[in-house]
């Protein structure tokens, strides 16, 4: 398969900015088809992603369909941390470099905030998204038992922004 630069600018009919509310059952059905077959968001969690991530929450779209998106936030603790809570991309639009612009596009926000680091939670079974955020330069920092309920663990991975 042929490989491409995760930050090579993506063909011009997909786009990417900030989601607004009536792209939320785009969201969720991107959501519903990406995670098939695992536990889902309930559609009221994007709503309230909305609510306080702003420009943290960007789509990808192609022609008037969301095909994609990505959702962070900010973390006050001792340091100023990014969090990516989710992404997602359409089967039928995956290895085409949407999930590597959107995960850009979320970090500039977040370093744009302040955030020197980000961080984010992978399923162990996943391998396509641990291989996919290992290509993007995080690291696998540490492993939660339970993190998510019973003999759901999570991998904490992270990239240091600057
Ligand atoms: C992970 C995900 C967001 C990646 O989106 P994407 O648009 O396909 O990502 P990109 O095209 O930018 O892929 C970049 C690299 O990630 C890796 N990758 C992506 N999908 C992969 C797959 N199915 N198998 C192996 N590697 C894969 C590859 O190295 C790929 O580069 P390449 O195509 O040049 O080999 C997408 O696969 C997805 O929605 N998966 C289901 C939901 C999920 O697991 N989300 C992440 C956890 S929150």
Same mark, same amino acid.
């Given at each position: 398969?042929?490989?491409?630069?995760?930050?090579?600018?993506?063909?011009?009919?997909?786009?990417?900015?900030?989601?607004?509310?009536? +792209?939320?059952?785009?969201?969720?059905?991107?959501?519903?088809?990406?995670?098939?077959?695992?536990?889902?968001?309930?559609?009221?969690?994007?709503?309230?992603?909305?609510?306080?991530?702003? +420009?943290?929450?960007?789509?990808? +779209?192609?022609?008037?369909?969301?095909?994609?998106?990505?959702?962070?936030?900010?973390?006050?603790?001792?340091?100023?941390?990014?969090?990516?809570?989710?992404?997602?991309?359409?089967? +039928?639009?995956?290895?085409?470099?949407?999930?590597?612009?959107?995960?850009?596009?979320?970090?500039?926000?977040?370093? /744009?905030?302040?955030?020197?680091?980000?961080?984010?939670?992978?399923?162990?079974?996943?391998?396509?998204?641990? /291989?996919?955020?290992?290509?993007?330069?995080?690291?696998?920092?540490?492993?939660?038992?339970?993190?998510?309920?019973?003999?759901?663990?999570?991998?904490?991975?992270? /990239?240091?922004?600057?």
């Amino acid at each position: 398969m042929k490989h491409h630069d995760p930050t090579a600018p993506l063909p011009p009919e997909y786009r990417i900015r900030q989601c607004r509310r009536e +792209d939320l059952f785009g969201v969720i059905h991107v959501d519903a088809m990406a995670f098939a077959g695992h536990d889902l968001f309930p559609g009221f969690f994007f709503v309230q992603a909305l609510d306080i991530c702003g +420009d943290g929450f960007l789509i990808a +779209d192609f022609h008037n369909e969301i095909v994609g998106y990505a959702i962070a936030a900010r973390r006050q603790d001792e340091v100023l941390q990014g969090w990516i809570l989710s992404t997602g991309v359409l089967p +039928d639009h995956q290895r085409r470099g949407i999930g590597s612009n959107l995960t850009a596009q979320v970090e500039l926000f977040l370093a /744009r905030a302040g955030v020197s680091a980000t961080v984010l939670t992978v399923d162990p079974e996943n391998a396509t998204a641990l /291989r996919f955020y290992q290509r993007l330069g995080y690291e696998q920092v540490s492993r939660f038992p339970d993190h998510f309920g019973e003999r759901e663990d999570r991998i904490l991975m992270k /990239r240091r922004l600057n």
